[in-house]
């Protein structure tokens, strides 16, 4: 996909009253049709459809690669793709079937920022009235997305495989100790089973026994203290050692609900992180409407990495607001950060990316001139633009 925009498209060689079929579309964009419009198992059931060979262990690249090949011809896999393609997206081909160029620019920008394009990608390619450009333009952002979308979720699947594994674990430690409690309260209702056997057995001989003497019954009374005390301390040690249990069960159901919390809000900043990427994508600003409007308010940003700032500043720019960074002291003047928090709407910073001193200033200087004050768990972009989606739901 590469050398998408390097070349110019080759006309169809279908008649323009109709839309492509795949194999009349130009093959450099095959592979980018197939691995963005249809799934590895629709891949692997078009295969067994057509018949085609491959190796008794091919891989999904293998799958892939044979598709790829046999749609650039007129042929039995290539009809196949074609009807299955056609049926699996009839409602956005409708949806395109008559619109003009300005239309047709619109419904993909839109795509783009909801992050549904396969339907729209493959109705674009067939109609035969896309202009060239727009088709340039639709093969170059989804070339790009591919990119950027492996870049931008590879750290959140880091994080959130690890969240996924501390989840295993304390669910499995969960299940562990109440199968301990099940046990320990079994146990204690045979010690009491045992217990109550053994008075009645004993209420027995005493009934059978013939004029028992006084200092027999004084001895059965102290026998049957002596086991009553023993069974009661045990019952005691049980009863311990089922709060301690029930204590360390409520320690673990309060990491549980820790680490889901900490799910929840990883992917809350990575749909926050893609929603930023799609905004900084779309090239049509009057199609592309941004998720959350400043109004013009002034953002300073105080510490985090100094790299990221461009992003930073694109993002509450296309949120039509206003940026400004300062990197907390360590190469640029305090005083200067003064006179950045003075004319503040709202103050972002990490806390994870600053100094401690530098922080409580900042906090303090909000406090004391009511100024908004938003820390950041993290100097990343998708903390940033979690945040700036909240806002507009706090607005609203």
């Given at each position: 996909m590469c050398d998408l925009t390097k070349k110019r498209f080759a006309p169809p060689r279908a008649p323009a009253s109709r839309r492509l079929r795949l194999w009349e579309v130009d093959r450099r964009f095959h592979c980018a049709i197939l691995g963005t419009c249809l799934t590895l198992q629709e891949l692997h059931k078009v295969i067994r459809q057509a018949g085609l060979i491959l190796?008794?262990?091919?891989?999904?690249?293998?799958?892939?690669?044979?598709?790829?090949?046999?749609?650039?011809?007129?042929?039995?896999?290539?009809?196949?793709?074609?009807?299955?393609?056609?049926?699996?997206?009839?409602?956005?081909?409708?949806?395109?079937?008559?619109?003009?160029?300005?239309?047709?620019?619109?419904?993909?920008?839109?795509?783009?920022?909801?992050?549904?394009?396969?339907?729209?990608?493959?109705?674009?390619?067939?109609?035969?009235?896309?202009?060239?450009?727009?088709?340039?333009?639709?093969?170059?952002?989804?070339?790009?997305?591919?990119?950027?979308?492996?870049?931008?979720?590879?750290?959140?699947?880091?994080?959130?495989?690890?969240?996924?594994?501390?989840?295993?674990?304390?669910?499995?430690?969960?299940?562990?100790?109440?199968?301990?409690?099940?046990?320990?309260?079994?146990?204690?209702?045979?010690?009491?089973?045992?217990?109550?056997?053994?008075?009645?057995?004993?209420?027995?001989?005493?009934?059978?026994?013939?004029?028992?003497?006084?200092?027999?019954?004084?001895?059965?009374?102290c026998a049957s203290r002596r086991e009553l005390t023993q069974s009661l301390r045990q019952l005691e040690r049980t009863r311990r050692r089922l709060i301690s249990l029930s204590r360390r069960n409520d320690h673990l159901q309060e990491?549980?609900?820790?680490?889901?919390?900490?799910?929840?809000?990883?992917?809350?900043?990575?749909?926050?992180?893609?929603?930023?990427?799609?905004?900084?994508?779309?090239?049509?600003?009057?199609?592309?409407?941004?998720?959350?409007?400043?109004?013009?308010?002034?953002?300073?940003?105080?510490?985090?990495?100094?790299?990221?700032?461009?992003?930073?500043?694109?993002?509450?720019e296309k949120c039509h607001g206003r940026f400004e960074h300062h990197d907390g002291g360590v190469e640029e003047s305090r005083a200067n950060l003064h006179c950045l928090l003075s004319k503040a709407d709202m103050v972002f910073c990490p806390i994870d990316c600053i100094s401690h001193d530098a922080c409580l200033k900042v906090k303090r200087f909000c406090k004391q001139n009511a100024k908004a004050f938003i820390p950041l768990r993290s100097s990343g972009l998708s903390a940033f633009a979690k945040e700036l989606s909240q806002l507009s739901r706090t607005d609203t």
């Open positions: 190796e008794p262990k091919h891989s999904d690249y293998d799958a892939h690669n044979a598709l790829v090949a046999s749609a650039g011809q007129e042929c039995h896999a290539a009809r196949l793709l074609t009807r299955l393609l056609d049926r699996k997206y009839r409602t956005p081909i409708s949806q395109l079937a008559k619109g003009d160029d300005k239309a047709l620019r619109s419904h993909w920008a839109q795509a783009l920022q909801t992050g549904d394009i396969a339907g729209p990608f493959w109705g674009l390619v067939t109609l035969p009235h896309t202009s060239p450009e727009l088709i340039q333009r639709v093969y170059g952002d989804v070339h790009m997305l591919s990119h950027l979308a492996g870049a931008s979720n590879r750290a959140d699947l880091r994080r959130l495989a690890t969240l996924e594994a501390g989840m295993a674990e304390l669910r499995e430690s969960a299940l562990h100790t109440a199968r301990q409690q099940r046990q320990q309260l079994a146990q204690k209702d045979a010690v009491i089973a045992e217990l109550e056997a053994q008075l009645l057995r004993r209420l027995a001989r005493d009934k059978q026994a013939s004029a028992p003497t006084e200092a027999d019954l004084s001895e059965q009374l990491q549980l609900e820790s680490a889901r919390t900490a799910l929840r809000e990883a992917e809350a900043e990575q749909q926050a992180a893609e929603l930023a990427f799609h905004q900084l994508l779309v090239t049509d600003q009057a199609a592309a409407a941004p998720a959350t409007d400043l109004c013009g308010r002034q953002i300073v940003y105080v510490g985090g990495r100094t790299s990221l700032s461009p992003h930073f500043r694109t993002l509450v």
